[in-house]
């Protein structure tokens, strides 16, 4: 049975709101909720299992001369391909200033021009120069610095790492606390009681063999919410960077698509450019067709690489530190030779719905940054918008706990740092390795019927076998994709079908699933394979 780490007399006078994961929405959260007492559950020592850290475009913003919300609104609907919430995009790009108005007080060091004014980069569907960077590819890891420091200086906020979410405890239809447990394979479940829960665990990269996101970014908490029921919004549209390095490290490095944006171009291995034959906008087109261009070229046996000498040469270093560290760590040298590059999964559209305050479908459940679903993404998320939607949406998180719950006693807490920091990552066992090859073969940039259901069978053949809490609520995520995917029989945004390769007006819509459902897609899947004789 999980036991309360911190039984409640030894918490009187505390408030209870914790926040499952260390990332940016995580962070910026706790901040904006100082100094009511916080306390952040973290699977990765601070700053090391978030995907925001790596990130490297920057915020996108409406802050550059000539741009406007409203473009900002026409560009993130124009990616979504179709199903963007568009009150909510709007309500997203029209704080965005504000929120870089909190960064910037945070101590985040934007990039600035000579009269002071922040510098504006370009990345692929925006039709204005609008991401705000630091250091050209540093805007993650630079964030995450400021608001870490910004953190260990606020003694509301308790952070405690090396817990990996398991459930969400709840009584009737309200929660009461969050089941984690210790990286580690003796680990034993433990409570944290809660009387607000906001969930900031990331996204599902992890579940795929090929991805740019850390080892912590496995679905966690997006299971966690379905088992207890959370309504869960657009689980098929899975996000494939185009050019993440391809040297066979895991995860994978990033090139990012500012690159792109500054004139690198792809080639394949015979020299030749082959996007401007693709698609209008050529290397500038939305990631999923760039993605799917280069997908197909390596199916067909063939190189991609991203070739930065002539538009960027022997500059690289210093507007690109970031992804010229990854290239030398990899004996690369971009200012001579042209980068390989492979698509790898990157973001999750999908994911827990929320509302426009964060409010999941669970009384006493908030969600945000990836793991949520708020409908500003749609099919296909717009360059920088993710970094923007964490901290919109966790803001506006805050603002809701500070409403609902009573005032804080404003007790600090008498143990505050992350004294139980523990790294996460386990290496991949043979389930794990079986879950992520499948998801890239059958549930990746290219889907089809026949496909998906072998993956949903075998992810119901291994959860047959599978007794780990954290492989069942990886198994649960990788159904929850694959079980939406099959269902939808049109090709839209992050989502391809190579069976139904046109969109379909009937489809022009946002989907909800439940695990229920999942599951007996999966059973049936699983059950007509047994029928035929084949193993999954
Ligand atoms: C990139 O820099 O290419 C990634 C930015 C993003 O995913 O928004």
Same mark, same amino acid.
């Given at each position: 049975m999980p036991r309360d780490l911190f039984p409640p007399q030894s918490r009187a006078g505390i408030d209870d709101v914790v926040i499952l994961g260390?990332?940016?929405?995580?962070?910026?959260?706790?901040?904006?909720?100082?100094?009511?007492?916080?306390?952040?559950?973290?699977?990765?020592p601070i700053g090391e299992g978030a995907s925001s850290a790596w990130a490297q475009g920057g915020v996108a913003?409406?802050?550059? =001369?000539?741009?406007? $919300?409203d473009r900002h609104v026409a560009d993130t609907v124009?990616?979504?391909?179709?199903?963007?919430?568009?009150?909510?995009?709007?309500?997203?790009?029209? #704080?965005?200033?504000?929120? $870089? #108005?909190?960064?910037?007080?945070?101590?985040?060091?934007?990039?600035?021009?000579a009269a002071g004014h922040l510098v504006v980069g370009r990345e692929a569907a925006h039709s204005e120069r609008r991401i705000v960077r630091v250091h050209g590819d540093m805007a993650g890891a630079a964030i995450m610095a400021a608001l870490i420091a910004a953190v260990r200086k606020t003694p509301s906020i308790r952070i405690l790492s090396g817990f990996v979410g398991e459930a969400v405890q709840a009584d009737g239809p309200s929660v009461t606390g969050v089941v984690v447990r210790r990286a580690g394979p003796r680990s034993r479940p433990v409570v944290f009681p809660a009387r607000a829960l906001v969930l900031a665990t990331g996204g599902i990269g992890r579940l795929y063999a090929v991805t740019t996101n850390p080892a912590p970014a496995e679905g966690g908490g997006l299971a966690m919410a379905a088992r207890a029921g959370a309504k869960l919004a657009d689980t098929e549209f899975v996000q494939f960077h185009?050019?993440?390095?391809?040297?066979?490290?895991?995860p994978a490095p990033l090139a990012t698509e500012a690159l792109r944006g500054e004139?690198?171009?792809?080639?394949?291995?015979t020299g030749a450019r082959f996007m401007p034959a693709e698609h209008p906008d050529a290397e500038l087109a939305p990631r999923d067709v760039v993605a799917r261009a280069i997908h197909r070229r390596?199916?067909?046996?063939?190189?991609? @690489?991203?070739?930065?000498?002539?538009? $960027?040469?022997?500059? @690289?270093? #210093?507007?690109?530190?970031?992804?010229?560290?990854?290239?030398? =760590?990899?004996g690369i040298d971009p200012v001579a030779d042209p980068i390989p590059v492979a698509p790898a999964a990157h973001y999750h559209m999908g994911g827990v719905l929320v509302d426009a305050n964060g409010r999941t479908t669970l009384d006493g459940v908030w969600a945000c940054g990836e793991v949520a679903s708020t409908g500003a993404h749609g099919a296909n998320r717009l360059a920088s918008n993710s970094l923007l939607e964490a901290v919109v949406f966790s803001a506006r998180i805050a603002e809701d706990i500070h409403g609902l719950l009573p005032s804080p006693v404003n007790a600090p807490w008498p143990e505050r740092n992350d004294a139980r920091a523990r790294a996460a990552a386990e290496p991949d066992s043979r389930a794990v390795s079986l879950l992520r090859q499948t998801m890239s073969t059958h549930v990746g940039v290219e889907r089809n019927a026949s496909g998906l259901r072998h993956a949903l069978a075998t992810f119901a053949d291994l959860e047959a076998k599978a007794r780990q809490?954290?492989?069942?609520?990886?198994?649960?995520?990788?159904?929850?994709?694959?079980?939406?995917?099959?269902?939808?029989? #049109?090709?839209?945004?992050?989502?391809?079908?190579?069976?139904f390769p046109a969109p379909d007006p009937a489809w022009q819509h946002r989907t909800f699933i439940s695990l229920a459902q999942a599951d007996a897609i999966a059973e049936g899947a699983r059950a007509s394979m047994h029928d035929l004789g084949m193993e999954a």
């Open positions: 260390g990332g940016l929405a995580g962070l910026f959260c706790a901040l904006k909720l100082a100094p009511r007492p916080v306390t952040i559950l973290a699977a990765a913003a409406a802050v550059g =001369e000539g741009d406007s $919300i124009a990616a979504g391909a179709g199903i963007v919430d568009r009150k909510i995009a709007t309500l997203m790009a029209s #704080e965005a200033a504000a929120r $870089i #108005e909190d960064l910037l007080a945070y101590g985040v060091p934007f990039d600035r021009d185009p050019t993440a390095i391809a040297v066979g490290k895991d004139g690198a171009i792809l080639v394949d291995d390596l199916v067909a046996g063939h190189k991609v @690489f991203l070739d930065c000498r002539k538009a $960027i040469g022997a500059a @690289f270093p #210093e507007r690109f530190p970031n992804v010229a560290a990854r290239c030398r =760590e990899a809490p954290r492989l069942l609520n990886m198994l649960a995520v990788a159904k929850l994709v694959a079980a939406a995917a099959l269902l939808r029989t #049109e090709s839209r945004g992050g989502h391809y079908r190579s069976d």
